[in-house]
């Protein structure tokens, strides 16, 4: 049961164009979310959160939405630069305890 | 500040022995988390572990795992005979508080030959 689906392996964008990654989300217990970022043979690296009685938090470089209707949250990188090239992934907790992840979308800025 | 700590980095055991893994977290953090993440998955709960307390081990296979964060020294998680499907990336992450941001350690790569 994947409470928390990034439906997209992969996701290639131009340098200095915006990168939106994608995820879903089943639990409507969740209230509370967050951004990941992840290099081969590192841990995971946090971005950005949001909680649920937001529906917009900005960071830099970094935009996190949270569509709770639709159960749905993106995160938005403008511009993007080559060092962002890495694995994404959105988590969720309900009570701000064990988090559930997505599977991971692997984003690649091309020069 | 340092961050999390795990060590070792990368640990081969044959199937049948056991692994150890430990996890420091950073100063101030008394909220330990670990999860596992197998090949082209993303991360998994395992448990939640307070100073000597246990506080939520949903994610923990019944057998052969156990989980401590004893008064003093790093958490462990414990792998006892393990198979092949145990290898895996297992990442600790530490928090100042149960409502606050988790930061990772860079993971213990487990192999099971």
């Known amino acids: 049961d994947q409470q928390v689906k990034q439906n997209s392996p992969s996701l290639s964008v131009q340098e200095g164009r915006i990168s939106i990654l994608n995820c879903d989300y089943t639990n409507s217990m969740f209230d509370y979310f967050l951004w990941y970022k992840k290099y081969p043979a590192e841990g995971p690296t946090f971005l950005i959160s949001i909680s649920s009685i937001k529906d917009k938090n900005e960071d830099g470089r970094f935009t996190v939405f949270l569509n709770k209707s639709a159960k749905h949250l993106s995160l938005h990188i403008v511009p993007s630069q080559p060092g962002d090239s890495a694995v994404y992934f959105c988590?969720?907790?309900?009570?701000?305890?064990?988090?559930?992840f997505g599977q991971g979308t692997r984003l690649t800025i091309n020069p | 500040n340092a961050g999390v700590m795990q060590n070792p980095r990368h640990l081969v055991r044959r199937r049948g022995q056991e692994a150890r893994l430990r996890c420091s977290p950073m100063k101030g953090h008394s909220h330990v988390y670990w999860y596992r993440q197998l090949p082209e998955e993303g991360l998994k709960f395992m448990v939640y572990l307070q100073k000597e307390n246990i506080i939520d081990e949903s994610g923990m296979p019944k057998e052969r795992f156990s989980a401590e964060f004893p008064k003093e020294g790093p958490s462990i998680l414990r792998i006892q005979q393990v198979v092949r499907g145990d290898s895996a990336a297992y990442f600790c992450?530490?928090?100042?508080?149960?409502?606050?941001?988790?930061?990772f350690g860079p993971g213990t790569r487990l192999t099971v030959l």
């Open positions: 992450a530490s928090s100042p508080g149960a409502d606050n941001e988790q930061f």
């Open positions: 988590a969720a907790s309900a009570g701000a305890q064990k988090l559930v």
